[in-house]
């Protein structure tokens, strides 16, 4: 995958993480942040590699290694390519997805989901005034 590639699959993943929190979960962006980094949907920085990839992580970095973008913020974060690549392709799956979780609005995700959320309060209010 490329990195943009890596950062539209880490939205898409944090859009299903946000979907699982509670509506007060929601309010507390400092609170999601924590829970986006941890989750291994979204980064795999547990467990070592992220589950919601259908590709295996050799599969997924051999574009990213390439990628100017990705590289400029590796090295900005001054990561030694060499020591991360000793842990296995896992681990620069998932330290693209620790960086591409940088250009996530949280804020954004979270607008979405409380609309997602509101609509599907208005469907089922129709619906069972509807029945009524």
């Known amino acids: 995958m490329t990195y943009e590639q890596y950062i539209k699959e880490t939205r898409a993943n944090c859009a299903k993480v946000l979907s699982d929190c509670s509506a007060g979960e929601l309010l507390d962006v400092e609170y999601l942040r924590k829970i986006l980094w941890e989750d291994d949907r979204v980064t795999g920085v ?5 589950t919601s990839s259908e590709l295996s992580a050799a599969e997924n970095i051999k574009d990213v290694l390439f990628d100017s973008e990705f590289l400029k913020e590796f090295n900005e974060r001054n990561m030694n390519m060499q020591e991360v690549m000793a842990y296995g392709a896992e681990a620069i799956d998932v330290a693209a997805r620790c960086l591409a979780l940088r250009h996530i609005s949280i804020r954004e995700l979270v607008e979405k989901e409380q609309k997602r959320r509101r609509q ?3 469907e089922s209010a129709r ?3 509807i029945r009524v």
């Not at 547990?46 to 992220?50: A, R, T, V």
């Open 46 to 50: 547990i467990s070592g590699y992220c």
């Open 127 to 129: 619906r069972n005034a």
């Open 120 to 122: 599907i309060q208005r």
